[in-house]
């Protein structure tokens, strides 16, 4: 196990992710101001297992989003391998994390009208992969994550965990450097819950860093380091017993 956490923690000459003062504030200079996170400091090296734990409001979600680059800081300096995103265009800001962040959603954000394998592909630029690449590359992350046999099937005819899985495939077929996954257990069965985080402790294997946001104290447990977010700051950040 200590061999598995000096690969999992070992770092390159400078962190995958790291935050200096970091604030974010929502409709600033108005009356509806709101302050979600403050001076938040945080480095992350390739290939950690992270969980960020807070309530509802806690900040946790608007830390996710900036570190997918899905926003910016408003204050403060995000660099992504680093490069400082507050600095970049939409269109280079697309192109630093295109293939290389991953989000999982809590709502799964599947499209009804297209199969299983249709929906875990959609990431994939149909101008840079034949149709039999992107069924091939599908097909190979739904074997991932024991959903192969479902393939043809669509989104209404799978159950909540078997949709959670196919999210998570979606993810993962694009190899990405960084997962992303937001409340990922919230609505599953305990069985279920164990089975989508053995996925992610196999994805973290494989040298991706994952970084799960949950509330659920029994999933944050699961990862190698938590942090937890109250009022917008990290209250606390600390390595974890790896889980066996």
């Known amino acids: 196990m200590k061999q598995v956490m000096q690969k999992q923690t070992a770092s390159s000459d400078m962190p995958q992710i790291e935050m200096h003062n970091v604030t974010k504030i929502y409709g600033r200079g108005t009356d509806d101001e709101y302050l979600a996170l403050k001076d938040v400091d945080l480095s992350i090296e ?17 830390l996710m989003r900036i570190i997918g680059c899905q926003e910016k800081p408003t204050d403060g300096q995000y660099c992504l391998r680093g490069k400082d995103i507050k600095s970049c265009s939409q269109k280079e800001l697309a192109k630093l994390k295109h293939g ?36 091939r590359r599908a097909d190979r992350a739904l074997r991932c994550v024991g959903l192969a046999d479902k393939a043809n099937l669509y989104p ?24 992303l996954a937001d409340e990922p257990t919230a609505a599953l069965d305990i069985e279920t819950k164990e089975y989508v985080m053995t996925i992610f402790q196999k994805i973290n294997a494989q040298g991706v860093t994952v970084i799960l946001i949950t509330h659920d104290p029994s999933v944050a447990v699961r990862a190698h380091r938590l942090i937890q977010v109250a009022d917008g700051t990290i ?3 600390r390595l974890l017993p790896c889980a066996s």
Do not use: C
Request: aromatic share 4%; glycine share 8%; no cysteine.
């Open 100 to 135: 290389r962040i991953a989000v999982i959603p809590q709502q799964y954000g599947l499209v009804k009208s297209l199969s299983v394998w249709q929906n875990v592909a959609k990431p994939l630029n149909p101008n840079r992969f034949s149709h039999a690449e992107r069924k």
């Open 156 to 179: 209404e005819k799978l159950s909540g965990g078997q949709q959670q899985r196919v999210a998570i495939a979606r993810a993962m077929v694009q190899r990405p450097d960084i997962v």
């Open 46 to 62: 390739k290939g950690e297992y992270i969980s960020i734990i807070g309530s509802s409001g806690s900040g946790k979600s608007t």
């Open 235 to 237: 209250q606390q950040d």
